[in-house]
């Protein structure tokens, strides 16, 4: 019971800021170029019980990766629909990939600490350690987001972005895999080797380059976390 109570600390900050300002990124882009839905709805807010969609909080604790609710957006608003929704869909996983950033530099901040900086090493061990961890596992959740997000497949932001970019004939049939976006999805990923031939080798390198030397700390994290 003790281990999860402390798996569950270790990811849930950093879970929750990954998807709910990734939301928030859509929306304010939203507005940006004349659509007030998202505002207009009370979805401009760190509040995390307006993002959170039950089924998908509950992946990132199994999975290791998850969803929010999407933000309601009306192309309608936009002076050019296509050209718009696009920037509107590309600001979900940049505002991941900005966080995982972060977190890799503040990552290298720590991995400057070590047990010989404090004077108890209790304190290192109770302290720095989880917060170490918490970071790694930022990098790697962001990172993991920003990629995963970029499927060109509909409802993801990559398909959005794919048919914002299409001529309009090839983007109505990609469009139309909307309905059935989902299931495709949990396809690609669970039964095939797209992601282990694919996305995780870019997940991985992208979290490697961030993190240079620090990478063990994240290698921690994702092995103390699920167990691989």
């Known amino acids: 019971m003790e281990t999860i109570v402390s798996k569950i600390a270790i ?17 304010y882009i939203a507005e940006r170029f004349g659509d007030p839905t998202a505002r207009l709805l009370g979805r401009l807010t760190m509040n995390p019980f307006k993002h959170l969609d039950p089924i998908g909080t509950i992946a990132i604790f199994i ?38 950033l972060l977190s890799a530099l503040l990552l290298r901040g720590l991995g400057l600490l070590d047990q010989s900086s404090f004077g108890d090493s ?21 990172t993991l987001l920003g990629i995963f997000n970029l499927i060109p497949v509909p409802p993801l932001d990559g398909g959005r972005i794919l048919t914002g970019i299409l ?20 396809f690609i990923v669970f039964f095939t080797d797209v992601w282990s031939l694919v996305l995780a080798p870019i997940i991985n390198s992208l979290v490697g380059l961030m993190a240079g030397d620090e990478i063990r700390l994240v290698e921690q994290a994702i092995r103390f976390l699920f167990g691989h």
């Open 11 to 27: 990811m849930l900050v950093p879970a929750l800021l990954a998807i709910i300002l990734h939301e928030i990124a859509h929306g």
């Open 63 to 100: 999975f290791g990766f998850g969803w929010a609710r999407p933000v309601p957006v009306n192309p309608g608003n936009f002076r050019r629909p296509r050209r718009d929704m696009v920037w509107v869909a590309l600001a979900g996983p940049a505002t991941n990939l900005l966080l995982a």
């Open 167 to 186: 001529p309009e004939r090839q983007a109505a049939l990609i469009a139309k895999l909307e309905p059935f976006g989902f299931v495709l999805i949990l």
């Open 122 to 142: 209790q304190v290192y061990v109770q302290f720095i350690t989880p917060v170490k961890m918490m970071v790694g596992f930022s990098l790697y959740i962001n």
